[in-house]
C-alpha cells in the first residue's frame, strides 16, 4: 500500500487497487500522488482504453478518478465508461475544467495546499478530494467485505470508563433515533415534489412506482400537463443514494423547465433543448462532492400521438407494441452536469392504439433485461410474459420483483417507473 499497484500486462491491477487515476498523461499530479501515499492507499494511473478492459476484474477497483481534462476520449465514450462503474457500484470522482471549488478543508487544521487540473486561479481542494475517495472506498470496501481502516487511530482514542460507554450508547441512540425522524420527514417531503395527481385522459393512461432503497432516493419523476395537447414527463436519477442524491433531485425538479412564457404567450421547449438546459443549470452550479445525474424527458401530443425524447446517460424508454417483442427507443446523450457543452440529441416516433411505454430507472433494469457484449441489450424472459398486461399491471409486476429479490443491502436501488399505455 501506498505505491503504486502492481499491473498486468494490460495496466489493470493485479490485485485490489483503491485508486484508479484515469488520464492520457505519464505521471499523476504531485499533490496527488502526495496525497495517495500519505494514506497508504494503492493506486494505478491509467488511459482509458485499459480501463474499458477491466470488465472481468471490476472488483478489484476500489474508485476511480477521472481526469476528463487530459483525456483524448470523447465525452460520449467518457460518459459510458462512468455510466457502467456507477453500474457496478465502483464511485467515480470526475475532475475537469468546470468543477472549480473554493479551497476548503475538512481537517482539524487549515490546509492552503490545493491543486487544479487546468491552469485556472480556483482550484479543487486536496481535502475534498481526499473526502470524496474516503467516502467511495469506505462505501466499496463494506460492500466486499474488506477492513476499512479507522479515521482514528486507536491509541489515540481515549479509554472510558463503562459508566462512560454506557452514557455515550445512550446518546447515540437519541442521536439515531433522531436522524430517523429527520429523515424520514426528508423523505415525506422529497415525494410532495412528485405529481398529486396523473393526466389521465380517455387517450392515454398512466401508472408509475417510486420505491425509495432508503428514507429518501436519488431517483424523481414528473409528469406534467404543458398545454390542453402536450404532456411532458421525465425520470431522473442523481449518482448515488441518500440524502445528497436525494437534494441533487429536487435542483433537477426545479431545474428541468418544459416550457416557457412570453408575454401572453408560451414557447414549449423540445426535449433535446429540455436536456441541454438542465446540463448547462448543472454544470453552472458548480456542485460540490462532483455529482452528475441522468435522465430521460418525453414530450407527447395526445392529439397525434407523436412521441419525441431525448436522454442524458440515462436508461432507453422501452416501447411495448400489440403483438410484437419489446424494443428500446435509442437516442445519444452524455451524462448531466458532467460536460458543460455536451449536445443533445432527440428522436420522434408514432404512437398506435395498444402501444404502452415505459421510463425507468437504472434499479429496474435487471428486471427488464440486461446487455449482452455479443447480442447487445436482451430482455429478460420474465418481462417478455408481461408484454400482454395493461401498464397497470405491468409495472405492478415489477414492483413485485423488486421487492421480492433477495440481495445484500448495498445492492439495493431506487426504483421508478413511469409508464404510458394508449387506449
Not at 496527488?32 to 501515499?37: A, D
Amino acid at each position: 500500500m501506498g505505491k503504486t499497484a502492481t499491473l498486468n500486462s494490460v495496466g489493470i491491477p493485479n490485485t485490489f487497487t483503491d485508486v484508479i487515476y484515469l488520464t492520457d498523461k505519464t505521471e499523476l499530479p504531485a499533490e496527488v500522488k502526495r496525497l495517495l501515499r500519505q494514506k497508504k492507499l494503492s493506486f494505478a494511473l491509467l488511459p482509458i482504453d485499459q480501463l474499458a478492459m477491466a470488465r472481468e476484474r471490476i472488483d478489484l477497483i476500489g474508485t476511480v478518478v477521472v481526469d476528463s481534462q487530459e483525456l483524448s476520449a470523447s465525452q460520449q465514450r467518457v460518459g459510458r465508461l462512468i455510466e457502467w462503474l456507477e453500474n457496478e457500484n465502483v464511485g467515480v470522482i470526475i475532475l475537469t475544467d468546470k468543477i472549480k471549488l473554493p479551497v476548503k478543508s475538512f481537517s482539524l487544521t487549515h490546509s492552503e495546499k490545493s491543486f487544479s487540473m487546468v491552469s485556472s486561479v480556483e482550484s479543487v481542494s486536496i481535502d475534498d478530494l481526499w473526502f470524496r475517495i474516503s467516502l467511495n472506498l469506505a462505501y466499496r470496501k463494506r460492500g466486499k467485505g474488506i477492513m476499512v481502516k479507522p479515521a482514528v487511530p486507536m491509541h489515540k482514542k481515549a479509554k472510558a470508563s463503562k459508566n462512560k460507554l454506557s452514557e455515550q450508547l445512550q446518546a447515540t441512540e437519541a442521536l439515531v433515533d433522531n436522524l430517523t425522524e429527520q429523515l424520514r420527514m426528508a423523505g415525506l417531503v422529497q415525494r410532495d415534489f412528485l405529481p398529486a395527481q396523473l393526466p389521465n385522459c380517455a387517450e392515454v393512461q398512466w401508472a408509475t412506482v417510486f420505491l425509495p432503497a432508503e428514507w429518501v432516493s436519488g431517483d424523481i419523476f414528473d409528469v406534467a400537463r404543458i398545454d390542453e395537447q402536450h404532456i411532458g414527463f421525465y425520470v431522473a436519477d442523481a449518482v448515488g443514494h441518500a440524502m445528497p442524491a436525494a437534494l441533487l433531485t429536487i435542483f433537477v425538479k426545479q431545474a428541468l423547465v418544459m416550457r416557457e412564457t412570453l408575454q401572453n404567450n408560451y414557447r414549449i421547449f423540445s426535449p433535446a433543448d429540455v436536456m441541454k438546459n438542465l446540463n448547462l443549470r448543472m454544470s453552472g452550479q458548480k456542485l460540490s462532492g462532483y455529482q452528475f445525474a441522468t435522465c430521460c424527458y418525453c414530450l407527447l401530443n395526445i392529439k397525434t400521438l407523436q412521441l419525441t425524447f431525448a436522454r442524458a446517460g440515462h436508461p432507453y424508454p422501452v416501447l411495448i407494441r400489440p403483438g410484437q417483442m419489446p424494443e428500446q427507443l435509442e437516442v445519444r446523450g452524455s451524462l448531466l452536469g458532467v460536460f458543460e457543452h455536451a449536445e443533445y440529441v432527440q428522436s420522434t416516433t408514432q404512437l398506435q392504439r395498444g402501444d404502452k411505454l415505459l421510463l425507468y430507472s437504472d434499479g429496474v433494469e435487471s428486471f427488464i433485461g440486461r446487455f449482452d457484449d455479443q447480442a447487445g441489450f436482451r430482455f429478460n424472459e420474465e418481462f417478455c410474459d408481461m408484454k400482454d398486461l395493461s401498464i397497470r399491471e405491468i409495472t405492478d409486476k415489477l414492483t413485485e420483483l423488486a421487492l421480492n429479490r433477495e440481495c445484500e443491502p448495498f445492492d439495493v436501488d431506487d426504483i421508478t417507473i413511469v409508464g404510458l399505455e394508449v387506449l
